[in-house]
């Protein structure tokens, strides 16, 4: 939103060295930005819209599935040939339905390897729409990229919204930014394929004629779902962990931890703007995957050391993460000792009194490091070796030093 404003914003953000910020930053230098970078945050001066590069614009996304489902809209809304390089697992994580909206809009696509290559001009209109269960990242960079159209259009969410919390987040972002966007909320339908049915649909509508206007100053707020790691960790054996820094009213997603962990059976309690996590008791729950997928590795982990059996539903997007989550949280927790099987949609956990350590493998994937870390707290008879643990810098580059500040051995090698 700063590098599509009008002047110049200072962003206060505490992590700046994340590898996903790290490619949205390079992309939109890439485009024309001005970002300057340092321990506060970042310094943003927008790119100029009324001269645009015409030659073919190099965007390394990374491993980034957010910078990549972001910044492919908007470019195509300002109408940049660009070619978008993809590494790791993120060439086989889906672009579907994304890229057919943009392609029935304008747009061309093509893929050369692992770079994808977009040309045209993106048209307005208001038959714009996506299901609302494969990413919420689809929806986000269109709430982005439409209202640079300079023309009304209609975006129609459809289906069961999944990770609705970073949706809600986009829409703050853009608020925040003088964005006004019309939100029509959950109604039904009725449509005829075949038979009739019903089905949920969101609607967002923009008019076309508003700019991002920059606030001056703006800061972000403190991230649950990094934080959710000291979370769970006060509720491991012999855990107390105090966080600062985090709204209890975040539209975050993943703020719905507070509650999960005391339904698991955490002491949970808040105190001014503290929020305390002591050991208390570990019992079997049933969790919804939908709206905190992120969040599911290291609920497992937890459940790995309760008491009865603990179930994970509709977790099936997981396996089209920088892992499948579902497959390597499960071959993880195993190898610590955990009895735990893998459905077709989730986990099943049956806990046990202890996990036993040893060695497991990150499968390159940042939360699942995280997750063997907080795991290692209930592991009484080796230590835990994570090999690839160096994926953290993908989200948290700061991870490993901040559990040695909670007391932990840790040793890089």
């Given at each position: ?15 700046t ?139 129609s ?18 608020e ?16 005829h ?65 507070y ?39 290291v ?55 202890s ?46 030093n ?12």
């Open positions: 939103c700063a590098a599509l404003a009008d002047n110049d914003t200072m962003i206060s953000c505490a992590e060295q994340a590898e996903d910020v790290i490619a949205t930053m390079e992309c939109l230098t890439a485009l024309g930005a001005f970002i300057g970078r340092n321990e506060n945050g970042f310094a943003v001066s927008p790119v100029d819209k009324k001269n645009l590069p015409k030659e073919t614009i190099f965007f390394p996304c990374g491993e980034s599935g957010s910078t990549l489902r972001f910044m492919l809209p908007v470019a195509c809304a300002l109408g940049i040939r660009g070619a978008f390089e993809m590494k790791g697992r993120l060439p086989r994580r889906p672009i579907n339905p994304l890229d057919e909206q943009l392609e029935n809009h304008g747009i061309k696509l093509w893929r050369e390897g692992d770079v994808l290559h977009c040309e045209g001009q993106l048209q307005p209109g208001d038959d714009y729409e996506i299901p609302g269960d494969i990413s919420s990242q689809f929806i986000s960079g269109l709430i982005m990229a439409l209202p640079l159209l300079n023309a009304p259009s209609r975006l969410v459809t289906g069961t919204v999944e990770s609705g919390g970073y949706i809600e987040m986009t829409l703050e972002a853009a925040a930014f003088g964005m006004k966007i019309e939100v029509e909320k959950d109604y039904y339908r009725t449509e394929s075949g038979s009739f049915m019903s089905r949920n649909v969101r609607e967002y509508k923009f008019d076309g004629t508003e700019t991002y206007k920059s606030p001056g100053i703006i800061e972000t707020e403190g991230d649950w779902s990094n934080s959710a790691y000291w979370m769970c960790a006060g509720a491991m054996p012999r855990g107390r962990v105090v966080l600062h820094g985090l709204n209890k009213n975040s539209a975050q997603g993943d703020s719905a931890l509650k999960i962990l005391s339904k698991m059976g955490a002491d949970v309690s808040a105190v001014e703007d503290a929020i305390l996590v002591k050991e208390d008791r570990r019992h079997s729950i049933e969790i919804d995957a939908r709206p905190i997928p992120d969040l599911i590795p609920l497992a982990a937890i459940a790995s050391v309760g008491s009865g059996k603990t179930t994970i539903r509709n977790a099936q997007r997981l396996r089209i993460k920088e892992s499948d989550r579902l497959t390597s949280t499960k071959d993880v927790l195993k190898s610590l000792g955990a009895s735990i099987q893998e459905t077709a949609d989730g986990l099943m956990i049956d806990g046990v009194k996990l036993r350590g040893g060695t497991v493998d990150s499968h390159d994937d940042h939360r699942i490091a995280m997750m063997a870390a907080i795991a290692s707290a209930a592991c009484e008879s080796v230590p835990v070796t994570i090999n690839g643990a160096e994926c953290v810098n993908k989200s948290y580059p700061n991870f490993w901040d559990l040695r500040s909670l007391g932990k051995k840790v040793i890089e090698g």
